[in-house]
């Protein structure tokens, strides 16, 4: 995978912006750079598939947690809460990663026209939201030629969504395709809390009762809860108060808002119940937190 690490390494370094993320023209593709061990880093993650190029980083859903670095592939197939740092990374030699957004139609269209016996049999243990296995041989082929077509900027409108489909079908037919092809399930439970989790996105600011969410996966509330928990492994009241924390931290560390502004801005009536519930899931009051993470940038 040498041409594609310096693919990755040349489109990172000419574009990356202040967080390391540099986008591509072909939606959906992104590389992630790096040049030191990172702090703590809180996220709902989107379905996604991540090639790791050099580097090292872990990744943490409740209580399970992964380890992997150069030729390993994390895949993410559900909107699930992560805490995630890159381990190993320095200048030079920086983390590098490659990172395709998963598309629940491509999914769709895919899974129906594959035999099942193209989509690699797994147990109920194997469909875990978060999975890390080496990268085959396909998906590096395909990443490479999405690469390249960087360089012919008038291919991508005709060859970018070829590839990327070709890049889903190969993820589909290797060691990660039951746990993704759950994504493209007609009116499955993933697609339908997906719609409710899109709401919850768009509006986590607001009040949103679980009424409207059930309404929007098409399911009564208790069974809502129910699904919600088991694609997520947080309630939607959870779920909502993780992305309006992380909007508020953001906003502290990114923006420089003060702690009382952030919390308005995300939702909250009261100060000090943000203050509680920021420290029960970053560890630290909101002030506290903020100087802990510009201590080392400063430093350096």
Same mark, same amino acid.
């Given at each position: ?75 993410? +197939? ?153 694609? +997520? ?68």
């Amino acid at each position: 995978m040498t041409e594609l690490l310096d693919r990755v390494r040349r489109h990172a370094e000419a574009h990356s912006d202040e967080a390391g993320i540099a986008r591509t023209p072909i939606p959906g593709l992104f590389t992630v750079r790096a040049a030191a061990a990172s702090g703590l880093i809180y996220d709902i993650s989107r379905p996604l598939a991540c090639l790791v190029l050099q580097g090292g980083k872990h990744v943490a859903m409740g209580r399970q947690g992964f380890d992997f670095g150069a030729g390993e592939l994390l895949v993410i +197939t559900a909107d699930v809460p992560t805490v995630s740092r890159i381990t190993r990374a320095s200048p030079a030699v920086p983390y590098l990663s490659l990172v395709l957004e998963l598309s629940p139609a491509i999914v769709a269209e895919l899974s129906g026209r594959m035999q099942a016996a193209q989509i690699a049999a797994r147990s109920e243990c194997d469909l875990a939201p978060v999975r890390v296995e080496p990268t085959e041989a396909e998906v590096a082929d395909v990443a490479l030629r999405l690469m390249r077509l960087l360089d012919r900027p008038a291919s991508i409108p005709v060859l970018g969504d070829q590839l990327v489909r070709e890049m889903h079908y190969w993820l589909l037919a290797g060691r990660h395709g039951a746990a993704i092809r759950r994504l493209g399930w007609p009116d499955g439970q993933a697609e339908r809390i997906g719609r409710a989790v899109a709401v919850l996105r768009a509006e986590f600011a607001r009040p949103l009762p679980v009424e409207r969410l059930a309404a929007t996966a098409g399911m009564s509330p208790s069974a809502f809860h129910q699904h919600f928990r088991a694609v +997520t492994s947080l309630s939607p009241l959870q779920f909502q108060k993780q992305l309006r924390l992380i909007e508020a931290r953001r906003m502290m560390m990114a923006e420089g808002a003060p702690a009382s502004r952030a919390a308005f801005a995300v939702g909250y009536e009261s100060v000090p119940q943000f203050t509680r519930e920021y420290g029960r899931l970053f560890g630290l009051p909101p002030v506290r937190d903020v100087k802990a993470a510009r201590g080392p940038a400063q430093a350096a």
